[in-house]
């Protein structure tokens, strides 16, 4: 069974940063993508980057474009996302992604992880 951890999130002031992680874990899968997606109160979940298991290609919404980065740790089976330039409009819930064999959707998904970023 294919497990997802997030940690990193808090409470941060307006223009500070934050660094979330998350471990994947599991036996007999084949990893395809990881990303992030983020839900704030009231709202739709969206997505905010992803990137390929092998650590290249990474996406960005545009939203979070030039202050995000994700990467990948290969010898740690974990992603990274580096959260610089916070705003306020950041503050959600984050959750971990996966996506598997050749399938198009993110089926895995960890517990998310509260961000919020105060003004």
């Known amino acids: 069974q294919v497990q997802l951890a997030e940690s990193g999130g808090g409470l941060v002031q307006a223009g500070g940063s934050l660094r979330l992680s998350c471990v994947v874990s599991g036996r007999d899968f084949s990893p395809n993508r990881l990303g992030w997606f983020r839900q704030a109160l009231g709202k739709e979940r969206e997505f905010v980057a992803s990137i390929w298991w092998s650590g290249d290609t990474p996406i960005y919404a545009d939203a979070v474009k030039g202050r995000f980065t994700i990467s990948r740790d290969n010898a740690k089976d974990t992603v990274t996302l580096q959260m610089n330039t916070l705003k306020p409009e950041d503050t959600a819930i984050y959750y971990c992604?996966?996506?598997?064999?050749?399938?198009?959707?993110?089926?895995?998904w960890g517990q998310g992880t509260q961000v919020t970023v105060s003004s």
């Open positions: 992604v996966l996506r598997i064999g050749t399938s198009y959707e993110y089926g895995y």
